[in-house]
């Protein structure tokens, strides 16, 4: 259904090396950097079919995280969403909500960890045992 997802960065290269650890637990290699039309760097990483970009805003506002949004990524393992979180608050984020575990929802158990960019964008490590 998605092809890409963007966020806005304050400091592209802080943003830069966080990704870089927090994507790398995923599988993900480096990502391609593109300069736009307009000067502003890009980032984007590709893994699995799909594309996460990082990018200093191109309208010249400030970056700001979305009220209400969160940003899930599927992991292989409970260990993986462990790992996703710990590297994540290693790298300048901020853990939230509960710590990682497993949590029993409407759709069935999942092994869930929450975080926050150093730019404020909600990130979900999720889990789905078969």
Do not use: W
């Amino acid at each position: 259904m998605l092809n890409h997802v963007m966020v806005g960065a304050t400091d592209i290269e802080r943003s830069k090396r966080f990704y870089d650890a927090v994507l790398g637990t995923l599988g993900a290699g480096q990502p391609l950097r593109n300069v736009a039309d307009s000067g502003h760097v890009r980032y984007f990483y590709r893994h699995d079919g799909s594309s996460f970009c990082i990018s200093e805003p191109i309208n010249g506002e400030a970056a700001c995280p979305a009220n209400g949004g969160t940003i899930g990524f599927k992991c292989a393992s409970p260990e993986q969403v462990k790992l996703f979180h710990d590297t994540a608050v290693a790298q300048g984020g901020t853990s939230i909500e509960q710590p990682p575990g497993l949590r029993d929802g409407s759709l069935g158990p999942m092994y869930l960890a929450y975080v926050r960019d150093p730019d404020g964008n909600k990130l979900c490590a999720i889990h789905r045992p078969k």
